[in-house]
């Protein structure tokens, strides 16, 4: 905390008075660690003369919206997003809400234990608890981005008469996303937002079956997905079906397209968006521009190009019309928003953007910096490529976040999928083995 503070706010030069005190603010999601790496973070930034706003539990696209509204230096949220439940991080943002650069990361490392001229007396930080405010400042921000409120100052209801589930993975977004969908008008049965500290990832985006079972069984139009922090979503159709990240960012860029809200027609994906998204995207006029997997590289990209819409198949969606970041209630209530105003089902949107048969598998325990270096596994890749030709594709490549390479194959059916990725897995596992 104190680091962050001396790199983002420069605190050690501000005057040893109240008013010459720098502000920040600190957010977590709902795992047990998240309380007292919260209390450590905030003591170090008062420490360094910051004074600190806890804003407690928040999705972390809310941290990245309040440093504007709240007039605050730097943000930091403690989450280990969609890892397990005993994994956990920080999260740096800078004013306006934008993630750090690699450089200004690498910056509060290298200060880390260095001495420097503390702040003393009434220069050190006020530590204050508001979860309250911060919440409700955020949750009127994603409702008005698709009911701005009327000229008599009541609130527009969009999504009346759409009957939803909506999966809180015990996560962040347990209060905000049902919060703003009924604000709304949506008809919301809230499922898994009952966080206890350790249950959280065991429902939402990466466990969705329940939320399929539940949209079959209360008759719902649809239902969201949220991961633990809440910076993605993913959504299911009225049939159960799962509908990822990018059939959604398809459904939202052809809307940002009718509107003319897609900036020079074009979307961002990642190398890991599945083949059929960008064909059906190219026979609607709108093109596609390919970044390394990573929010933070489609945000790159879209500043670079000035870009409306981009995203992962994840889940992340960043809309910057509204958001410096992936927000999942932000998109969750974008494509209820774009359902209600079609005219047709998320089903029918969703049949617009189909996508190739593709198999995932995860390699542990192998060094990962190597997957794109070793000769023995490049040339099998490449013969794979070579054979799947226009009809498909392989990708390689090493987790940002745990200790293993992701192998992907895309393929005319889901036979030919499943082998090819499975034969690239087993060679990975043998060349690579620690």
Same mark, same amino acid.
């Given at each position: $905390? /104190?680091?962050? @503070? %001396? #790199?983002?706010? +420069?605190?050690?030069?501000?005057?040893?008075?109240?008013?010459?005190?720098?502000? !920040?603010?600190?957010?977590?999601?709902?795992?047990?660690?998240?309380?007292?790496?919260?209390?450590?973070?905030?003591?170090?930034?008062?420490?360094?003369?910051?004074?600190?706003?806890?804003?407690?539990?928040?999705?972390?696209?809310?941290?990245?919206?309040?440093?504007?509204?709240?007039?605050?230096?730097?943000?930091?949220?403690?989450?280990?997003?969609?890892?397990?439940?005993?994994?956990?991080?920080?999260?740096?943002?800078?004013?306006?809400?934008?993630?750090?650069?690699?450089?200004?990361?690498?910056?509060?490392?290298?200060?880390?234990?260095?001495?420097?001229?503390?702040?003393? $007396? /009434?220069?050190? @930080? %006020? #530590?204050?608890? +508001?979860?309250?405010?911060?919440?409700?400042?955020?949750?009127?921000?994603?409702? !008005?981005?698709?009911?701005?409120?009327?000229?008599?100052?009541?609130?527009?209801?969009?999504?009346?008469?759409?009957?939803?589930?909506?999966?809180?993975?015990?996560?962040?977004?347990?209060?905000?996303?049902?919060?703003?969908?009924?604000?709304?008008?949506?008809?919301?049965?809230?499922?898994?937002?009952?966080?206890?500290?350790?249950?959280?990832?065991?429902?939402?985006?990466?466990?969705?079956?329940?939320?399929?079972?539940?949209?079959?069984?209360?008759?719902?139009?649809?239902?969201?997905?949220?991961?633990?922090?809440?910076?993605?979503?993913?959504?299911?159709?009225?049939?159960?079906?799962?509908?990822? @990240?990018?059939?959604?960012?398809?459904?939202?860029?052809?809307?940002?397209?009718?509107?003319?809200?897609?900036?020079?027609?074009?979307?961002?994906?990642?190398?890991?968006?599945?083949?059929?998204?960008?064909?059906?995207?190219?026979?609607?006029?709108?093109?596609?521009?390919?970044?390394?997997?990573?929010?933070?590289?489609?945000?790159?990209?879209?500043?670079?190009?000035?870009?409306?819409?981009?995203?992962?198949?994840?889940?992340?969606?960043?809309?910057?019309?509204?958001?410096?970041?992936?927000?999942?209630?932000?998109?969750?209530?974008?494509?209820?928003?774009?359902?209600?105003?079609?005219?047709?089902?998320?089903?029918?949107?969703?049949?617009?953007?189909?996508?190739?048969?593709?198999?995932?598998?995860?390699?542990?325990?192998?060094?990962?910096?190597?997957?794109?270096?070793?000769?023995?596994?490049?040339?099998?890749?490449?013969?794979?490529?070579?054979?799947?030709?226009?009809?498909?594709?392989?990708?390689?490549?090493?987790?940002?976040?745990?200790?293993?390479?992701?192998?992907?194959?895309?393929?005319?059916?889901?036979?030919?999928?499943?082998?090819?990725?499975?034969?690239?897995?087993?060679?990975?596992?043998?060349?690579?083995?620690?």
């Amino acid at each position: $905390g /104190a680091a962050a @503070g %001396r #790199v983002l706010g +420069d605190a050690g030069s501000q005057d040893d008075q109240p008013e010459g005190r720098r502000r !920040a603010l600190v957010g977590r999601d709902t795992r047990v660690s998240g309380d007292f790496l919260a209390s450590a973070l905030s003591a170090g930034m008062a420490a360094g003369g910051f004074d600190v706003i806890d804003a407690g539990i928040i999705p972390t696209p809310g941290i990245a919206f309040l440093p504007s509204v709240l007039n605050v230096e730097m943000g930091a949220v403690i989450s280990a997003s969609h890892n397990p439940m005993p994994d956990n991080g920080i999260k740096f943002c800078a004013r306006g809400g934008f993630k750090l650069p690699d450089q200004k990361e690498d910056d509060i490392e290298a200060v880390l234990g260095q001495d420097w001229d503390r702040p003393t $007396g /009434a220069g050190v @930080g %006020r #530590v204050s608890h +508001d979860q309250t405010t911060a919440t409700n400042l955020y949750i009127d921000h994603l409702v !008005a981005t698709i009911a701005p409120l009327n000229d008599d100052k009541t609130q527009p209801k969009p999504l009346k008469g759409l009957k939803i589930v909506a999966d809180c993975a015990n996560g962040a977004t347990s209060v905000v996303a049902p919060e703003a969908l009924r604000r709304a008008g949506a008809d919301v049965i809230v499922i898994n937002a009952s966080p206890d500290g350790c249950n959280i990832k065991t429902a939402g985006a990466t466990h969705p079956e329940q939320l399929q079972a539940m949209v079959k069984a209360t008759d719902a139009v649809m239902g969201v997905a949220f991961d633990g922090d809440a910076d993605r979503c993913l959504a299911v159709d009225e049939d159960g079906n799962m509908i990822n @990240g990018d059939q959604i960012m398809g459904i939202l860029a052809r809307a940002k397209q009718r509107e003319g809200k897609l900036n020079h027609d074009t979307l961002v994906v990642t190398v890991m968006s599945n083949l059929g998204l960008k064909l059906a995207l190219k026979d609607m006029g709108i093109k596609t521009v390919e970044t390394a997997v990573g929010d933070r590289y489609v945000l790159e990209e879209m500043l670079k190009g000035g870009y409306s819409l981009g995203g992962e198949q994840s889940g992340h969606v960043i809309n910057r019309e509204f958001a410096t970041t992936g927000d999942g209630t932000l998109t969750a209530l974008t494509l209820c928003n774009e359902v209600v105003k079609s005219g047709k089902s998320l089903k029918e949107l969703a049949a617009d953007f189909p996508q190739l048969p593709q198999t995932l598998i995860n390699v542990p325990n192998v060094d990962k910096k190597a997957a794109s270096t070793n000769k023995r596994i490049q040339d099998p890749v490449a013969r794979e490529e070579e054979l799947l030709g226009d009809t498909g594709r392989v990708l390689l490549r090493p987790s940002g976040t745990e200790p293993l390479v992701r192998v992907m194959a895309e393929a005319a059916t889901q036979a030919y999928a499943d082998e090819v990725c499975t034969r690239l897995a087993k060679i990975v596992a043998e060349e690579l083995a620690l």
